[in-house]
C-alpha cells in the first residue's frame, strides 16, 4: 500500500516508521526533521529499536492509496484544502477531538475513516523518534457501520506488525478518547506531571469529573457513553501509561499552542447544559496560550 503520513510529528513518524517496514511510506513535515529522514532514514527508539526508510518531504504528493492524517487539530482545515487537490483512495484521522473527519470529508473525494491510536510516541530529535507504548489503531467509518474501506486499512496495518482493528461503533470509540483525552491531557499539562500523578489524590478526582462530564454530553448528543465506562477507561490510561507525558503537556513544555479547542473545548461547545470542569480546563490553558501569543 502506498501510505502519505501528512503530520510527521512524533505519533506520525512512528506510524509511518513501523509501516515503512511492508508498505511504501511518505512522511510530510517540517525540516530539519524530514531532511535528516531523508538522508538518514527514521531512528526508532524505545520498544523497539530500527532504523526505518520512508521517504520524506515538506509538500503532499499527488496522491496514494491512503493519506494517514496526524497534524494537531487547529491544522485539519488547511490540509483538508491541501488534500482537495491530491487523488487519494482513502483518507484516515488518527487525530484528537472532535470534528477533523467532518472537515476532511467537506474537502476530499474519497472515503474518509476516523480512528483512534493509542501507541506512545515523542520525536526525539530530527531523524528521531521515541516508541513509548504499544497500542492499538480502532478505526471506522466516523457515522458507524461497517466499512470495507477500513477491514483493508486495518488489514494493511496489520501486515506491518501494527496492531490494528476495524469496528463499526466509531461515534463511541471517538467519544471514549474525547473523555480520557478531557480528563488526562488538560490536567497534566496545567499540572505539569506525568499521567500517573492522576492516579492519586487530587488529580484523579480532577479527571474523573472532566470524564463525567464528557460522558453527560455524549448521552446528550446521541451517543451510549455510561459514566462508568468513561472513568474506567481514564483509570486504565492513567495506569497503564503512568509513566507517559500526555500530548499537551508537551506542547506546553516545548512552547506550542495546545488542541484544547478540539478537546475540552469541543465537550463545552457541545453541552446543552454547564460542564464546569472542562469550562475551566479550556480557559486556562487558552490563557496560558494568549500569554505565549499561541493563539
Given at each position: 500500500?502506498?501510505?502519505?503520513?501528512?503530520?510527521?510529528?512524533?505519533?506520525?513518524s512512528l506510524?509511518?516508521?513501523?509501516?515503512?517496514?511492508?508498505?511504501?511510506?511518505?512522511?510530510?513535515?517540517?525540516?530539519p526533521?524530514?531532511?535528516t529522514?531523508t538522508?538518514?532514514?527514521?531512528?526508532?527508539?524505545?520498544?523497539?529499536?530500527?532504523?526505518?526508510?520512508?521517504a520524506a518531504?515538506?509538500?503532499?504528493?499527488?496522491?496514494?492509496?491512503?493519506?494517514?492524517?496526524?497534524?494537531?487539530?487547529?491544522?485539519?482545515?488547511?490540509?483538508?484544502?491541501d488534500l482537495?487537490?491530491?487523488?487519494?483512495?482513502?483518507?484516515?484521522?488518527?487525530?484528537?477531538?472532535?470534528?477533523?473527519?467532518?472537515?476532511?470529508?467537506?474537502?476530499?473525494?474519497?472515503?474518509?475513516?476516523?480512528?483512534?491510536?493509542?501507541?506512545?510516541?515523542r520525536?526525539?530529535?530530527?531523524?528521531?523518534?521515541?516508541?513509548?507504548?504499544?497500542?492499538?489503531?480502532?478505526?471506522?467509518?466516523?457515522?458507524?457501520?461497517?466499512?470495507?474501506?477500513?477491514?483493508?486499512?486495518?488489514?494493511?496495518?496489520?501486515?506491518?506488525?501494527?496492531?490494528?482493528?476495524?469496528?463499526?461503533?466509531?461515534?463511541?470509540?471517538?467519544?471514549?478518547?474525547?473523555a480520557?483525552?478531557?480528563?488526562?491531557?488538560?490536567?497534566?499539562?496545567?499540572?505539569?506531571?506525568?499521567?500517573?500523578a492522576?492516579?492519586?489524590?487530587?488529580?484523579?478526582g480532577?479527571?474523573?469529573?472532566?470524564?463525567?462530564?464528557?460522558a453527560?454530553?455524549?448521552?446528550?448528543?446521541?451517543v451510549?457513553?455510561?459514566?462508568?465506562?468513561?472513568?474506567?477507561?481514564?483509570?486504565?490510561?492513567?495506569?497503564?501509561?503512568?509513566?507517559?507525558?500526555?500530548?499537551m503537556?508537551?506542547?506546553?513544555?516545548?512552547?506550542?499552542?495546545?488542541?484544547?479547542?478540539?478537546?475540552?473545548?469541543?465537550?463545552?461547545?457541545?453541552?446543552?447544559?454547564?460542564?464546569?470542569?472542562?469550562?475551566?480546563?479550556?480557559r486556562?490553558?487558552r490563557?496560558?496560550?494568549?500569554?505565549?501569543?499561541?493563539?
Amino acid at each position: 500500500m502506498d501510505i502519505v503520513v501528512v503530520g510527521a510529528g512524533s505519533l506520525g513518524s512512528l506510524l509511518g516508521g513501523l509501516l515503512a517496514r511492508e508498505h511504501d511510506v511518505t512522511l510530510v513535515g517540517r525540516e530539519p526533521h524530514v531532511g535528516t529522514v531523508t538522508r538518514e532514514g527514521l531512528a526508532v527508539r524505545g520498544v523497539e529499536q530500527f532504523q526505518a526508510h520512508p521517504a520524506a518531504r515538506t509538500d503532499l504528493p499527488s496522491g496514494g492509496d491512503l493519506a494517514l492524517v496526524a497534524v494537531k487539530a487547529y491544522d485539519t482545515a488547511d490540509v483538508a484544502a491541501d488534500l482537495a487537490d491530491c487523488a487519494f483512495d482513502a483518507c484516515l484521522s488518527v487525530q484528537n477531538g472532535l470534528g477533523n473527519e467532518t472537515t476532511l470529508a467537506e474537502a476530499v473525494d474519497c472515503p474518509v475513516l476516523a480512528g483512534t491510536c493509542t501507541y506512545g510516541a515523542r520525536l526525539l530529535d530530527p531523524g528521531v523518534v521515541e516508541f513509548t507504548g504499544r497500542g492499538t489503531v480502532t478505526l471506522g467509518d466516523p457515522d458507524g457501520g461497517r466499512s470495507a474501506v477500513a477491514d483493508d486499512v486495518a488489514e494493511a496495518f496489520r501486515a506491518a506488525g501494527v496492531e490494528s482493528v476495524a469496528v463499526a461503533d466509531m461515534p463511541t470509540r471517538l467519544w471514549e478518547k474525547l473523555a480520557v483525552n478531557a480528563a488526562v491531557n488538560a490536567t497534566t499539562a496545567l499540572a505539569r506531571v506525568e499521567n500517573g500523578a492522576l492516579a492519586a489524590t487530587p488529580g484523579d478526582g480532577l479527571a474523573a469529573a472532566a470524564a463525567r462530564e464528557t460522558a453527560r454530553v455524549a448521552r446528550e448528543v446521541g451517543v451510549d457513553l455510561p459514566t462508568d465506562r468513561a472513568l474506567s477507561l481514564t483509570e486504565q490510561v492513567v495506569r497503564e501509561t503512568a509513566a507517559n507525558r500526555s500530548s499537551m503537556l508537551q506542547d506546553v513544555e516545548d512552547g506550542r499552542r495546545t488542541e484544547i479547542d478540539a478537546i475540552n473545548g469541543a465537550v463545552v461547545d457541545r453541552a446543552s447544559e454547564p460542564v464546569p470542569v472542562n469550562e475551566t480546563l479550556a480557559r486556562l490553558l487558552r490563557t496560558w496560550e494568549r500569554g505565549r501569543d499561541r493563539r
